[in-house]
């Protein structure tokens, strides 16, 4: 049996608008990498270089490590290494991408051979440690890649493949985030909806699902449109009206926040118009003062070993 495995995991988008903690998609932005290695010492131990707990409690990936350990009975002392390329608190999954990372490769060094429900449970015991709550949009997209819907109670994943010209731009504001930000802006969240507003949401959200199965990334791109949560949250994030306009005039098919914020997602199904849709982000941004960093994007297939 090996003593040390890498595997790396993507940076992901949840909701996709309509699909609050339902919908996620595995974005070929960012990748976290994360290693463990059997160890003689009889702990779990976290080396990085990252602005990161070190505190294997307070880790996301120390947790699922210390969780699959208990579960799986494992007594060996492992050491984590981690490195972060995933910005931290900018509605990409990171947080998710460590854990995503360190549950793939837990089951692969102890080949345990877990199918895809049980490395998503075993992942998302890490966004508890960020988020405060579970929710395994991210870590499903980041754990098996491509489109993934999440039901919930009991725990069952569909994942679907993307169409092959679907492509996004992700623009990210230098804002200073909250520490707790999920949290935060899951606080700001209606507790009641209207009924017309719930069925606007799930004929859009149906809509994507069909879009997916389809591959018909138009189909995606116009209905990413949530009149429940991005309402709320928008407030958060100066700016965004514009954001969303300006990119919706320079040719994306549909733009909303991109899982909890504050970044935003613009989807597109053609190559030639994302570096427009790219300045019109960025020109949004700054109609209200704020500095902002723009990625091109596409679907990722997920956590894989490193070679
Ligand atoms: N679905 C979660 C939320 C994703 O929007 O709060 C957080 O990354």
Known sequence: MARSITVV?????????????????????????????????????????????????KNTAGLVVKNMMKKFNIKDGIEIKIKKNVPAGYGMGSSAASAAAAAVAFDKLYRLKLDGNLLVECAGVGEKASAGAIHYDNVAASVLGGFVIVRTNPLDIIKIDPPANLRMVIGVPHLKVPKKKTKVSRGVIPKKINFTDSILNLSNASAIVAGFMNKDSELIGKSIKDVIVEPARKQLIPGFSKVKENALKAGALGVTISGAGPSVIAFSNSSGNLKKISRAISKGFISAKIQSQTIICKPSIGASIKK
């Open 9 to 57: 995991a993507p940076s992901s988008t949840a909701n996709l608008g309509p699909g609050f903690d339902v919908f996620g998609l595995a974005l070929d932005a960012f990748f976290d990498e994360v290693t463990l290695t059997k160890k003689i010492t009889k702990n779990v131990s976290i080396q990085t270089g990252d602005d990161i707990p070190t505190n294997p409690d």
